[in-house]
């Protein structure tokens, strides 16, 4: 059974930073990609940033250059480093995984809200 668990969300003072991690129960080996989605209320939920078990990113316009996807195959972790935070990342994060080439996978955790707000 795959189980996933954030952590590391927060509120932070717009411009700053938060990194969020993803831990994966077993190895991320099995995951051919892995990523993270937000969810803000009232709107849709949207692919924020994805990585393959090759190391391809992928990352949705409106956080190229200030978001940053790796993962720590050692520690079965995906990390998302968050930096120049604005007050519209606020939102529900999730992270996701699966075994297929699709994202988001078939596999969520159980998400960890990010609030930027001064």
């Known amino acids: 059974q795959v189980q996933l668990a954030e952590s590391g969300g927060g509120l932070v003072q717009p411009g700053g930073s938060l990194r969020l991690s993803c831990a994966a129960s077993?190895?991320?080996?099995?995951?051919?990609?892995m990523g993270w989605t937000r969810q803000a209320p009232g709107k849709q939920r949207e692919l924020v940033a994805d990585?393959?078990?090759?190391?391809?990113?992928n990352y949705a316009d409106s956080v190229k250059g200030r978001f940053t996807i790796s993962r720590d195959n050692a520690k079965n972790t995906v990390y998302l480093q968050m930096n120049s935070l604005k007050p519209e990342d606020t939102a529900v994060y999730s992270c996701?995984?699966?075994?297929?080439?699709?994202?988001?996978?078939?596999?969520w955790g159980q998400g960890t809200q990010v609030t930027v707000s001064s």
């Open positions: 077993g190895s991320i080996f099995r995951f051919n990609v």
């Open positions: 990585i393959t078990s090759g190391g391809s990113t």
């Open positions: 996701n995984a699966g075994f297929g080439w699709s994202s988001p996978g078939d596999y």
